[in-house]
């Protein structure tokens, strides 16, 4: 990887590691492609089963680079929209990748950074993270994150933060739904989203594709007869399917199902021998 990104892979858990402390992970075109890169390759990776979005230093990221935004000031209104397109294939790549994902946010998230997070499936934050959606106070709008960070927090929070760019901190961002837990701090952090990766793991990955799929399928939507009728046959195809009747299978037979790896032997001490 390069040194804006570091990708390291434990197993099935793959974690990308945002590698711009000193500028606090801001963004710019380059950590764009690239993290979008690395997003599409493992999602194609069929031995990645998570992916937890990390960053390194104090910030988890800042929103835009300023040297990015000084460049963006002196584009055409076409060069603007091609620039922010970019932006927008990173977001939706995070948002609809087909493995579970985890935001790791140990400290600031702003502008971007807050739709990082409202993309990743999970989010777990420190108690001294903050966030903001301050676009607003430089004359501009949250506008390619705005539907994911609306998804998340809902439009009457939105309607607050986006129009003042208040600060809030992550016990806001808890009662808003933005983060899913807290934790004290970094020990902890890791300890949450070690947990949570364990849980993940312990669910079939078909499963979770086909769940990711149906949250988007139902969500805001009217329950009307053509929708019970998509939900009904997308139960019935997944009982069906080799994953659905291996569940199940190995649950009556009560031993583990064939996606978790086998149960570490083990090795009992021998007593010492008597004198």
Known sequence: MTTSLVLEKQGPVA??????PAKHNAFDDVLIAELTET?????????????????????FSAGADLNWMRRMAGYSKEDNQNDS??????????????KPTIARVQGPAYGGGVGLVACCDVAVASHDASFALSEAKLGLIPAVIAPYVVAAIGERS????????????????????????LAQDDGEIDERVGEIVDAMLACGPVAQREAKDIIRAVANRPITSELIQDTAERIA???????????????????????????????EEEAPPEL
């Open 158 to 181: 939105a309607r607050r933060y986006f129009l003042t760019g208040e600060r809030f901190t992550a016990s806001e961002a808890w009662r808003l739904g933005l983060v899913h837990e």
């Open 85 to 98: 397109m970019h932006l927008a294939a990173l977001m939706r790549t995070l948002c609809f990748l087909r």
């Open 39 to 59: 997003l599409r390759s493992l999602e194609a990776d069929d031995a990645t089963r998570v992916v937890v979005l990390s960053a390194a230093g104090r910030s």
């Open 15 to 20: 974690i990308v590691t945002l590698n711009k």
């Open 237 to 267: 195809r997944i009982r069906s399917s080799p994953e659905g009747r291996e569940g199940v299978t190995s649950f009556l037979e009560k031993r583990r199902a064939a996606w978790l790896p086998p149960e570490p032997e083990v090795v």
